[in-house]
């Protein structure tokens, strides 16, 4: 049964610093993973999705990578903002979902980025 | 619209009454997705809609929790005799056909009183 672990929980940093958010899955089937970003009352937003081919997806200041033999992914994002602060969740999709692309979820890490 | 919308934002119930959830998803996205997210917890998948195919049913926790989609467009989450461990913010998300990046609803959150 596919798990997915994100580390750390919470993280509370300065402005300016560059950070990294971990995510472990423990079934390397995956056909993709990615990060979202969650605020509250607002939804989720799909920030990167990297296919099970591919090492890394990035998009402004964020780089999402994948090692998918150890079932491992780290967002990076540098020069954080206080805007970014929010609940970043990793989730899998399993390689033997078939049609659905039904995804297995972390628990998120809650980041503070303090001015 | 714009984006997926989902009513109502929050509602408030009584134990053992029945609820219905509403989403609305993006104009031609044929997958559609519901989800749970309970305190503490990841978020749960419960369902699956594509396009004319039968839906993917098996993430619905008990036979109290049902869902349709009528015409490919709007779909209702409807739990029977809600219970307190129902609580939760029940998400949907829509997507493009053959696309997996999904756009998520504001969610509905449900409190069962």
């Known amino acids: 049964k596919q798990e997915v672990t994100q580390i750390p929980a919470a993280l509370s940093v300065p402005e300016g610093e560059n950070l990294v958010l971990n995510c472990s899955f423990t079934d390397s089937a995956i056909y993709n993973l990615q990060w979202f970003r969650q605020d509250p009352g607002k939804g989720l937003t799909s920030l990167l999705l990297?296919?099970?081919s591919q090492r890394e997806q990035t998009s402004g200041r964020l780089n999402a990578s994948l090692d998918k033999s150890s079932g491992r992914s780290t967002l990076y994002i540098a020069a954080s903002q206080p805007g970014d602060s929010a609940t970043y969740l990793c989730a899998v999709r399993p390689g033997n979902a078939g049609n659905n692309r039904k995804l297995i979820w972390g628990l998120g890490t809650s980041l503070a980025v303090n001015p | 619209g714009a984006g997926v919308s989902q009513s109502p934002s929050n509602k408030v119930t009584e134990k053992g009454k029945d609820v219905e959830l509403r989403c609305d998803p993006i104009s031609g996205h044929t997958a559609l997705y519901w989800y749970r997210q309970s305190l503490g917890q990841g978020l749960e998948f419960l369902i699956y809609f594509q396009g004319n195919s039968a839906p993917d049913k098996s993430g619905l926790p008990s036979d109290r929790f049902s869902a349709e989609r009528t015409g490919g467009s709007v779909s209702t989450l409807t739990i029977q005799r809600t219970q307190q461990e129902d609580s939760a913010v029940y998400l949907c998300?829509?997507?493009?056909?053959?696309?997996?990046?999904?756009?998520f609803g504001q969610g509905t959150r449900l409190t069962v009183v």
């Open positions: 990297i296919q099970s």
């Open positions: 998300a829509s997507s493009r056909p053959g696309v997996d990046v999904a756009f």
